[in-house]
């Protein structure tokens, strides 16, 4: 294959051919020596990053669910009962640093596995079978925002902090703190402190942003 040569490097050649040989090949060799060093930090970049894929898939899935199985028992007048199956042997986990998405046409049963997963599946109804595991923390955002319109942030996320520890959800950690040390540090973590004052708000009240809303639920 011919090599197309650019007018720059027709220039640069040119005046490359002018210089003097006691300036000609010591330049020569330092650029060699600067091309050689750019090559080597490039590959302890390529390295590095390869490097941190392998610990991230080293490392223990924090959430795995295997053979899911969901079922609603459904009564009509012709028949005494009906079982829909929602969910059938649906197994999967989800690593830390990785993005997991649930794709799939409406009505597939997206949302009703992440209700699963979550455990909230509501209804007597409803069956749910399948081994879960969860490592650490997690936080569940609800497709619909279910809030007190008319409570401030601060007064939402206090009211969450009140709840989990009458249900000695809190952390450990969180157990000898204040309430409102908690909401304090909860408001500063999500970045909410702005709109510490601000309802929460609806769809006939104004309240804080849709990213703010979605912030104080993961609080």
Same mark, same amino acid.
């Given at each position: 294959?011919?090599?197309?040569? $650019?007018?720059?490097?027709?220039?640069?050649?040119?005046?490359?051919?002018?210089?003097?040989?006691?300036?000609?090949?010591?330049?020569?060799?330092?650029?060699?020596?600067?091309?050689?060093?750019?090559?080597?930090?490039?590959?302890?970049?390529?390295?590095?990053?390869?490097?941190?894929?392998?610990?991230?898939?080293?490392?223990?899935?924090?959430?795995?669910?295997?053979?899911?199985?969901?079922?609603?028992?459904?009564?009509?007048?012709?028949?005494?009962?009906?079982?829909?199956?929602?969910?059938?042997?649906?197994?999967?986990?989800?690593?830390?640093?990785?993005?997991?998405?649930?794709?799939?046409?409406?009505?597939?049963?997206?949302?009703?596995?992440?209700?699963?997963?979550?455990?909230?599946?509501? $209804?007597?109804?409803?069956?749910?079978?399948?081994?879960?595991?969860?490592?650490?923390?997690?936080?569940?955002?609800?497709?619909?925002?279910?809030?007190?319109?008319?409570?401030?942030?601060?007064?939402?996320?206090?009211?969450?902090?009140?709840?989990?520890?009458?249900?000695?959800?809190?952390?450990?950690?969180?157990?000898?703190?204040?309430?409102?040390?908690?909401?304090?540090?909860?408001?500063?973590?999500?970045?909410?402190?702005?709109?510490?004052?601000?309802?929460?708000?609806?769809?006939?009240?104004?309240?804080?942003?849709?990213?703010?809303?979605?912030?104080?639920?993961?609080?």
């Amino acid at each position: 294959e011919n090599m197309v040569v $650019g007018p720059a490097f027709l220039l640069g050649t040119a005046i490359y051919a002018t210089f003097p040989s006691k300036i000609k090949y010591p330049l020569l060799a330092s650029v060699a020596v600067a091309k050689n060093i750019l090559l080597k930090k490039k590959k302890k970049k390529t390295k590095k990053k390869t490097k941190q894929n392998e610990l991230i898939d080293e490392q223990l899935p924090v959430l795995r669910w295997k053979n899911i199985h969901l079922s609603m028992h459904k009564k009509t007048q012709k028949t005494p009962s009906k079982t829909i199956q929602i969910l059938s042997e649906i197994s999967g986990e989800a690593h830390v640093g990785r993005l997991f998405a649930i794709v799939g046409p409406s009505g597939s049963g997206k949302t009703s596995l992440l209700n699963a997963l979550a455990e909230r599946v509501p $209804g007597k109804n409803v069956q749910l079978s399948g081994l879960l595991r969860r490592e650490g923390r997690m936080s569940y955002v609800e497709q619909e925002d279910a809030f007190f319109a008319q409570l401030t942030v601060k007064e939402t996320l206090l009211f969450a902090v009140k709840l989990a520890r009458s249900k000695n959800e809190l952390a450990i950690s969180d157990v000898v703190l204040q309430d409102e040390e908690i909401c304090s540090r909860l408001m500063t973590d999500l970045g909410l402190m702005k709109c510490a004052e601000t309802k929460v708000g609806d769809a006939k009240t104004r309240g804080c942003s849709g990213g703010g809303e979605k912030r104080v639920l993961l609080g």
